[in-house]
């Protein structure tokens, strides 16, 4: 069965660097659209970003040239690197597998906590 | 992109319907087929309970049901259990090639 396993997230501080991963199994990783999506503490779910099978990408704008989406599927496994994170940057990350442009699989989350 | 509009909060009484609307625009929820619904219990990630607007995966009650007309989608709950009470979301692909979600809707079964 599909299972997402996210982890790397922490307390940094603010302009700080971090860089979660999201460990994939149950599918052929390489073949699907990957999406990281954020809820910050008692607010909605943020979409992030996505990454194609074909290595193309797409951010929202609230962390275009900060974060970073990629994968190595020779380790089934999808990245996000963060930079410059800010304190509304504080939330738990998802990672999601794509079908029918709807975020079919969910991760359990990692919480990235960003504050002096 | 600005979120979706969902109102934040619905009740129904066990055994009642219940729909949540979600309104966006003619560049996301109206232009597209590809219109979403997830269920998020405290604690815990979301669920998919639609997909494409009316579609619902495997293993989702056919409690749940789908719906769009022009730049507002629909979720309707039929016969309102209490194991229904949790968030639900909205989410749209875009003509930014990206996607959006919904504020959030609280159901609270009476």
């Known amino acids: 069965q599909v299972q997402l396993v996210e982890s790397g997230g922490g307390v940094v501080q603010p302009g700080g660097s971090l860089r979660l991963s999201c460990a994939a199994s149950g599918f052929t990783f390489s073949s699907y659209v990957m999406h990281w999506v954020r809820q910050a503490p008692g607010k909605g779910l943020e979409w992030m970003a996505f990454i194609r099978s074909d290595g193309s990408y797409k951010y929202a704008d609230s962390v275009k040239g900060r974060f970073t989406i990629s994968t190595d599927n020779s380790k089934n496994t999808l990245y996000l690197q963060m930079n410059s994170l800010r304190a509304e940057d504080t939330a738990v990350y998802y990672c999601a597998k794509d079908r029918s442009w709807a975020f079919w699989y969910w991760g359990q989350g990692t919480l990235v906590t960003v504050s002096s | 992109q600005s979120a979706l509009t969902q109102p934040a909060s619905v009740s129904g009484s066990p055994g009642q319907s219940i729909t949540i609307s979600c309104t966006g625009t003619?560049?996301?929820?109206?232009?597209?087929?590809?219109v979403s619904w997830y269920q998020q219990h405290p604690g815990k990630a979301p669920k998919l309970m639609i997909y494409e607007v009316n579609n619902r995966p495997s293993g989702v009650s056919n409690r749940f049901s789908g719906s769009k007309s022009g730049n507002t989608a629909s979720l309707t709950i039929s016969g309102l259990q209490a194991e229904d009470e949790a968030d639900y979301y909205c989410?749209?692909?875009?003509?930014?090639?990206?996607?959006?979600f919904g504020t959030g809707t609280k159901v609270t079964v009476l």
């Open positions: 003619s560049s996301d929820v109206g232009g597209y087929n590809h």
């Open positions: 989410s749209s692909y875009t003509s930014s090639i990206t996607y959006v």
